[in-house]
């Protein structure tokens, strides 16, 4: 069963801290991806990567960093974070183009940002 | 404007009856997939769907191409298919997938 595990589940930060969001997967999958699901937005997608040492942007990626150090995590980073980030943020990795790329989907980071 | 449209927003449902979902996408594709959210929950993959129709339990998913739609039919439904369901878009250029704003499904006993 693929697996994709997100770390931590709930986070409240300040206005201007430095956040950082983990992602693990155990499917040996070449591509991880972040979303971010708000009300009235769906899902949006922030950033991806197609494997180590690969980040790529997605349809919303300003305030946000990726960092993908190996096959197996992929990390969003909020250098400074406002408000507006107060959402759910959920990750996903798939076997990638050329191949059927199901996504399997972590459990959600609530991030709350006072 | 949107890429993936999906209709309707939302929909209620007497226990037992069926549904059809509807996903309308603007661009090329090189894949459809339906996925399934309850409430506060994360997503589950119900179909990849580049092309034709698949059918799981009583789940069925046809995607069009050149009518740029895909459908997700759930038959007999219960109580336990409420929840959100979501399309997304494979899009031939890269490996993204863009997601439409979902249709919220409340089945009622």
């Known amino acids: 069963e693929a697996a994709v595990t997100q770390s931590p589940r709930n986070k409240v930060a300040v206005t201007g801290g430095k956040v950082t969001l983990s992602c693990n997967q155990t499917n040996n999958h070449n591509n991880m991806y972040w979303y971010r699901q708000d009300t009235g937005h769906g899902l949006r997608l922030i950033h991806y990567?197609?494997?180590?040492?690969?980040?790529e942007k997605g349809d919303i990626p300003d305030g946000y960093k990726a960092s993908r150090p190996s096959q197996e995590n992929f990390s969003l980073i909020l250098e400074l974070a406002t408000p507006s980030q107060t959402s759910v943020y959920f990750c996903?990795?798939?076997?990638?183009?050329?191949?059927?790329?199901?996504?399997?989907f972590g459990a959600g980071t609530r991030l709350s940002v006072l | 404007g949107q890429q993936v449209q999906q209709s309707p927003a939302s929909l209620v449902l007497q226990e037992g009856e069926n549904a059809e979902l509807q996903c309308n996408f603007s661009?090329?594709?090189?894949?459809m997939q339906w996925f399934y959210q309850r409430p506060g929950g994360s997503l589950v993959s119900l179909f990849y769907?580049?092309?034709g129709t698949k059918h799981s339990g009583r789940l069925t998913s046809t995607t069009v191409i050149k009518e740029r739609r895909s459908s997700l039919h759930i038959s007999s439904s219960q109580t336990t298919d409420s929840g959100t369901y979501l399309c997304a878009l494979e899009h031939n250029a890269g490996a993204k997938l863009t997601f439409g704003g979902g249709t919220r499904l409340t089945v009622r006993p």
């Open positions: 990567s197609y494997g180590a040492g690969s980040t």
């Open positions: 661009t090329s594709l090189n894949s």
């Open positions: 769907n580049p092309s």
């Open positions: 996903a990795s798939g076997e990638g183009q050329g191949r059927q790329n199901t996504l399997y």
